[in-house]
Each structure stands twice: as structure tokens, then as C-alpha cells.
């Protein structure tokens, strides 16, 4: 409810009702009438209201736990667990890299180890490249 929203981000706030309609331009009244819901703020007092609090109108109208405004970047947000599993890959698929070329018998080995048609070395790097791809398809999800 938008009346308890306004006393709870203000008592968050540590703001008086008086000093929360100077920050706004209202009186100390109208702060008290809009918390015992009384009367409800017009339009342009509730966009000052959420930029004072700094949320959005919606949160603010919402009846919902109000969070802090978030700022997006490009025009997604970044998923951390997806740009972790594309440094995962790609950090495999290097050493792995690395490793065959440094040491081919054991390389020649893990192939050897392999049950599937496709050999041991196939399977891993296939496994980073899922890896890899499956981190960018998180990062460029849409929440």
C-alpha cells in the first residue's frame, strides 16, 4: 500500500514528515495525510517522492519490497555466472591446449581412455566449447 510504502522509506531514511516535505515541496500535513492514507500524492509529487528515495515509481506505487534503482549497462545486465562459465571454458580449453602440446603421450593416453567413438580429447574440448557457450547464452539472456 502506498501510504505504509511512504512512512517506511522515510523512516528508513531517518526523515522527519517535515523533512521530507521540504525535500519534496510539500507540507508537513500532506506528508501526514498521504501516510495515514488520507490523500494520495499527485503525479508530480510521487516522481519526486521515488527520485527522493530513489527507486522507481513503480516500486514505489507497487505495493512490492522497494530496491534500489538499478542502472543497466549496453542494455543488459551482466550475469555474473555466465561470464564465469566462459572464463571456466576458455581457461580449459587453454591449459588443455597447452597440455597436449607439451606433454602428446599423455594426451595420446587420455584419447586411448576414451569408450566413445569420438576420442578423449574430442569429448573435452567439446565439453569446454558447451562450457563456453552455454556462459554466453546466460550472459545475453533477457531476465
Request: net charge neutral.
Given at each position: 500500500m502506498l501510504s505504509e510504502t511512504i512512512?517506511?522509506?522515510?523512516?528508513?531514511?531517518?526523515?522527519?514528515?517535515?523533512?521530507?516535505g521540504e525535500k519534496i515541496g510539500v507540507s508537513r500535513q500532506a506528508i501526514s495525510k498521504w501516510e495515514g492514507g488520507q490523500s494520495t500524492p499527485e503525479l508530480d509529487k510521487l516522481k519526486a517522492l521515488?527520485?527522493?528515495?530513489?527507486?522507481?515509481?513503480?516500486?514505489?506505487?507497487?505495493?512490492?519490497?522497494?530496491?534500489?534503482?538499478?542502472?543497466?549497462?549496453?542494455?543488459?545486465?551482466?550475469?555474473?555466472?555466465?561470464?564465469?562459465?566462459?572464463?571456466?571454458?576458455?581457461?580449459?580449453?587453454?591449459?588443455?591446449?597447452?597440455?597436449?602440446v607439451a606433454q602428446p603421450a599423455a594426451a595420446e593416453q587420455v584419447n586411448q581412455s576414451s569408450m566413445i567413438t569420438l576420442n578423449g580429447s574430442g569429448i573435452l574440448i567439446g565439453l569446454f566449447a558447451a562450457c563456453m557457450v552455454a556462459g554466453v547464452i546466460l550472459i545475453f539472456k533477457k531476465k
Open positions: 512512512y517506511r522509506l522515510r523512516r528508513k531514511q531517518g526523515l522527519s514528515q517535515e523533512q521530507l521515488s527520485e527522493c528515495f530513489q527507486i522507481s515509481m513503480d516500486e514505489l506505487t507497487g505495493g512490492g519490497e522497494p530496491q534500489p534503482a538499478r542502472k543497466e549497462d549496453g542494455g543488459f545486465q551482466v550475469n555474473r555466472l555466465g561470464v564465469g562459465l566462459c572464463l571456466l571454458g576458455a581457461a580449459c580449453l587453454l591449459l588443455f591446449g597447452i597440455f597436449m
